[in-house]
């Protein structure tokens, strides 16, 4: 029986690499002033003062922020170099400073459809004729609506057109003799926002529903990813019908004042409060029916609030989703469709290790604005980048300067934590007929067995764990950051996992197929590779390691840690 224990324990992993598990420590707490921290924000000042002193960015502005989920950490702000002389705005740009965050705001939008999907006043999974019943089973042009839910209009998913009354290469000066194009008559278009005159006449929920009903589907519902505006909208009629409120005042009601994001509004703001960069620019244009899929002005403060309050609510908002999960795939290996976020997985960005990444972002454009948010729950901060000016790709710039330095700062504070909570030999008492001990250590692994004797047998050494386990290994404890009473919020519960390493079979096809399995095998009913913290001390770490499947608890002989020998080298110096 035991044999066969492990070779299901070890023997399932051998023939699915999954190289180096994503969930490598609990997400970190920071301190501002830490100097990992500190010698991050100081790279990031000076590689953005290099990057905005091109000439090209003269009339650039920018903000950015970096939050943790419990506090702002760091952040930066540029006033352009050239003013709009014409529209006077803040005199100097600031946390405060109003930009408008284009389709940012959809996120606002389904955050409003979680709330009264919990309070049980929509279904994410009704289909939008429900609530939009004028709509019909299917549009003139072929639209189901009957076949289209609510949650599939959130997730890009419903197969609808991107646009009713923008993108329209007719607007804007456009020749189209340039492409060959033939002469057209507007009669039948739109006559609101783009088809008006600069913009003056914004569209309304009927202009909405008329225009939608010749429009044609691109895909199925559900068959596959497409960006559309439209459906933000029709959610943004949705939360009208059930809430009896309009759509500005229950975003205000609901978001804005609950979570003290006092500057941001869908109302047009004073001059004096935004950031207007030189012409073309957005500044005033009302989105009237689209405000909710890109409305909103708001602030670099009060994202950062925004970003808090989802690193601590992203599940528990309501049980029928996890807020930041992926729920389809877009273009390509990396990029994935939320609900409305846009994922970007890389296993480029850490220094010592190709563990994967998740940055869980959602960014918006504008005539004259360029804008995104993202948080990286494994790492426990958000980024809000705000951009005015005439050329929107200093948002990537940014980013790109931002998170390598931010992240791989945080994978360093991470790995420290590890070390002081959980670094260390565990073994059993000396007056003990047992003898077993755990050794485990921090590094760019996350927190690794190096050394396990059970009951004076050595796992790594046994002849089933040699036949069954792959040719270079390691056990890495992974975090489920739950506990074994979670009323108490006391021991932390573990599991090991069996990680092949780098070093054998790369390159071949399925090399990267990994279907993770944390619960591999048990043993008399209990988990073989939970390992669960016990006796928490007031500076974080932890005194007793218990093997469940194994019936065991070791205490921790505490180690000096490396960063304390560090700290004590500092101080000599």
Request: hydrophobic share 35%; glycine share 6%.
């Amino acid at each position: 029986m035991l044999v066969l224990l492990f070779t299901s324990l070890l023997g399932a992993i051998a023939s699915a690499k999954c190289f180096e598990p994503s969930i490598a420590h609990p997400p970190p707490e920071y301190d501002a002033y830490d100097p990992l921290l500190q010698n991050a924000f100081a790279s990031i000042t000076a590689a953005l003062a290099v990057a905005v002193a091109a000439p090209e960015f003269d009339s650039t502005s920018f903000s950015v922020e970096v939050t943790s989920s419990k506090e702002s950490l760091w952040s930066q702000h540029h006033t352009g170099r050239e003013r709009n002389t014409s529209r006077p705005d803040i005199p100097q740009v600031n946390g405060d400073a109003l930009y408008r965050i284009a389709s940012i705001t959809k996120t606002f939008t389904v955050l409003g459809i979680l709330y009264q999907h919990a309070a049980g006043n929509l279904s994410l999974d009704d289909t939008v004729n429900t609530y939009l019943k004028e709509l019909g089973e299917k549009s003139d042009g072929g639209i189901p609506w009957k076949d289209i839910t609510l949650r599939s209009l959130a997730s890009q998913l419903s197969g609808i057109p991107r646009e009713f009354a923008q993108g329209d290469r007719l607007n804007g000066g456009f020749d189209p003799n340039l492409l060959g194009l033939p002469p057209v008559s507007r009669e039948g278009l739109p006559t609101c926002d783009e088809y008006s005159p600069n913009y003056e006449t914004p569209c309304t929920a009927a202009d909405l529903v008329h225009e939608i009903q010749s429009k044609k589907p691109l895909f199925a519902p559900n068959q596959a990813s497409t960006y559309s505006n439209l459906a933000y909208e029709l959610l943004g009629l949705i939360l009208e019908r059930v809430t009896n409120q309009s759509y500005e005042s229950y975003i205000n009601d609901a978001i804005f004042a609950p979570l003290n994001m006092s500057t941001s509004t869908l109302s047009l703001p004073p001059d004096s409060a935004g950031v207007i960069p030189l012409e073309p620019q957005f500044w005033d244009v009302d989105e009237g029916v689209q405000n909710p899929t890109g409305g909103i002005y708001s602030s670099s403060s009060d994202l950062s609030k925004y970003l808090r309050y989802i690193l601590t609510h992203f599940n528990a908002i309501t049980h029928a989703i996890n807020w930041i999960h992926p729920v389809s795939p877009s273009r390509g290996l990396h990029s994935f469709y939320g609900m409305p976020w846009e994922i970007f997985q890389t296993d480029g960005i850490l220094k010592d290790s190709k563990r994967t990444v998740r940055f869980i972002t959602k960014s918006g454009g504008l005539p004259g604005y360029a804008s995104i948010v993202m948080t990286v729950p494994e790492y426990n901060f958000g980024i809000s980048i705000l951009v005015a000016g005439p050329q929107p790709t200093f948002l990537g710039i940014i980013r790109e300067i931002v998170t390598g330095a931010i992240v791989r700062a945080a994978e360093q504070i991470a790995i420290r934590q590890l070390g002081h909570r959980y670094a260390g030999t565990y073994t059993t008492a000396s007056n003990s007929s047992l003898n077993s001990t755990v050794t485990l250590e921090a590094d760019h692994r996350g927190l690794v067995i190096t050394t396990w004797i059970s009951n004076s047998t050595d796992v790594y050494q046994s002849p089933i764990t040699r036949q069954s386990a792959p040719e270079h290994f390691y056990a890495q404890l992974s975090p489920t950051l739950l506990y074994r009473d979670e009323k108490s919020q006391k021991g932390e519960e573990w599991r090991i996992m069996i990680v092949e390493e780098r070093t054998h079979g790369v390159g071949r096809i399925w090399d990267d197929f990994c279907i993770e399995d944390y619960d591999l095998a048990t043993y008399a009913g209990l988990p073989f590779n939970e390992i669960v913290f016990w006796d928490k001390h007031k500076d974080g770490s932890f005194g007793t390691l218990e093997l469940t499947g194994f019936r065991v608890n070791l205490t921790r002989v505490e180690p000096k840690q490396p960063y304390e020998e560090e700290q004590e080298v500092m101080m000599e110096l």
